[in-house]
């Protein structure tokens, strides 16, 4: 059995990112009494069909800072979800997990998730295709990043513990 349950991680990641994105977007979009903001934010961004690498709301001044802020948002989440669910139980507070992206509104932009030398995730899509039909498979691949990431880390720290052993 996997801890926290799935259904209880995909959701508060979700929640996560609805937090996330109306911390940097609220405002943006006129909202009828029963809508949720942070819900339309998601719409826009993460499942409705894209046009462009971003939907044209949410770019700034720089194209790809608006390519960047659309990956590293939900990356975010999912890392401080890893760290205090996972790390800080652990006692594990330094260094931090790392995110590196290569952004591109031309081609594929490429997401590194780190922590000291090990690469805990990997990720690539191009910009107009990090979209997602339902709300539902947008939980399930935060949910499985979130996996990953933890496991990759468990890897990591057993892998360490076995060449520490070893000297």
């Given at each position: 059995?996997?801890?926290?349950?799935?259904?209880?991680?995909?959701?508060?990641?979700?929640?996560?990112?609805?937090?996330?994105?109306?911390?940097?977007?609220?405002?943006?979009?006129?909202?009828?009494?029963?809508?949720?903001?942070?819900?339309?934010?998601?719409?826009?961004?993460?499942?409705?069909?894209q046009e462009g690498c971003?939907?044209?709301?949410?770019?700034?001044?720089?194209?790809?800072?608006?390519?960047?802020?659309?990956?590293?948002?939900?990356?975010?989440?999912?890392?401080?979800k890893v760290q205090v669910?996972?790390?800080?139980?652990?006692?594990i507070s330094y260094p931090?997990?790392?995110?590196?992206?290569?952004?591109?509104?031309?081609?594929?932009?490429?997401?590194?998730?780190?922590?000291?030398?090990?690469?805990?995730?990997?990720?690539?899509?191009?910009?107009?295709?990090?979209?997602?039909?339902?709300?539902?498979?947008?939980?399930?691949?935060?949910?499985?990043?979130?996996?990953?990431?933890?496991?990759?880390?468990?890897?990591?720290?057993?892998?360490?513990?076995?060449?520490?052993?070893?000297?």
């Open positions: 059995m996997e801890y926290p349950k799935r259904e209880t991680l995909q959701m508060e990641l979700y929640q996560d990112l609805k937090k996330t994105l109306l911390e940097y977007h609220s405002g943006l979009f006129e909202i009828k009494k029963n809508e949720d903001e942070g819900d339309l934010l998601i719409q826009k961004l993460y499942l409705d069909p971003v939907p044209d709301e949410f770019i700034g001044e720089e194209l790809l800072y608006a390519v960047k802020s659309k990956f590293y948002a939900i990356f975010s989440v999912i890392r401080d669910d996972y790390l800080e139980k652990k006692k931090p997990i790392s995110i590196a992206i290569e952004a591109s509104y031309e081609d594929v932009t490429y997401v590194v998730v780190s922590f000291q030398n090990a690469v805990i995730s990997e990720y690539n899509a191009k910009a107009w295709n990090f979209v997602w039909t339902s709300s539902a498979e947008l939980q399930k691949e935060m949910a499985d990043l979130f996996y990953q990431m933890r496991d990759r880390l468990n890897q990591y720290f057993v892998e360490g513990l076995r060449y520490a052993k070893q000297r």
